[in-house]
């Protein structure tokens, strides 16, 4: 399994391998969520992770979200990313711009060996059959969301309050981190493998 110490080159090499070496799980695509709370560094830990694994394609969850529907994001996913993947071809999915309040561009995701899916719920129920690995950003929501906070600023607090709302909703009724093999310290970025199944702990 990945190493288990602080967040290095030599633990994300390992994670890479390691998941490269799974069995397809989407076409010949290895779909690997990484899940989490917002704030938790689910964007930057998949970009050092995709870099690890030779450039791997990220969709990001917060592409295919709207204000409207924060997370009734999952037929968009399955119809412009998973369903195109399985079959072998090259995806292409909407682009949400959350400044112009609509979809506002197209991104292009190939049929990689791997292929990560960041954002919060990415190993949600609905998802999971085409997925060879959840990966959970350890870090408890009220940390998570003080970090977002400071990140984007007090004009976004109303939207804060919202989300974490929905979120906690969410992860009540649609639980990821029983789900992850591997969990990644929030703060250290401390690589651990885990025991699917294993009950939640974290609020």
């Not at 969850?61 to 037929?75: C, I, P, R, V, Y």
């Not at 292009?108 to 060879?132: D, I, N, S, T, Y």
């Not at 929905?166 to 981190?177: L, Y």
Request: hydrophobic residues 45%; neutral net charge.
């Amino acid at each position: 399994m990945a190493a288990s110490g602080p967040l290095t080159a030599n633990s994300l090499t390992a994670l890479a391998g390691e998941l490269g070496a799974l069995a397809p799980s989407c076409g010949p695509v290895r779909l690997v969520a990484v899940d989490g709370h917002a704030g938790s560094g689910k964007t930057t830990f998949a970009a050092r992770l995709a870099a690890a694994l030779g450039g791997a394609p990220v969709v990001h969850l917060d592409d295919l979200a709207t204000h409207e529907e924060l997370f009734g994001w999952t037929h968009r996913l399955r119809e412009q990313v998973i369903a195109p993947l399985a079959a072998g071809r090259e995806a292409r999915h909407g682009v949400y711009d959350w400044t112009l309040r609509r979809f506002a561009g197209t991104a292009v995701v190939p049929p990689a060996p791997v292929v990560l899916v960041e954002g919060v719920g990415a190993g949600r129920r609905a998802v999971r059959p085409w997925l060879a690995r959840v990966i959970w950003m350890e870090l408890d929501a009220a940390s998570a969301r003080r970090r977002g906070e400071l990140r984007d600023g007090p004009e976004l607090a109303d939207f804060w309050a919202g989300w974490a709302r929905a979120e906690s909703a969410h992860f009540a009724a649609d639980p990821s981190r029983p789900y992850a093999a591997t969990r990644v310290d929030g703060v250290t970025g401390r690589i651990a493998p885990c025991t699917v199944g294993e009950p939640s702990t974290t609020p």
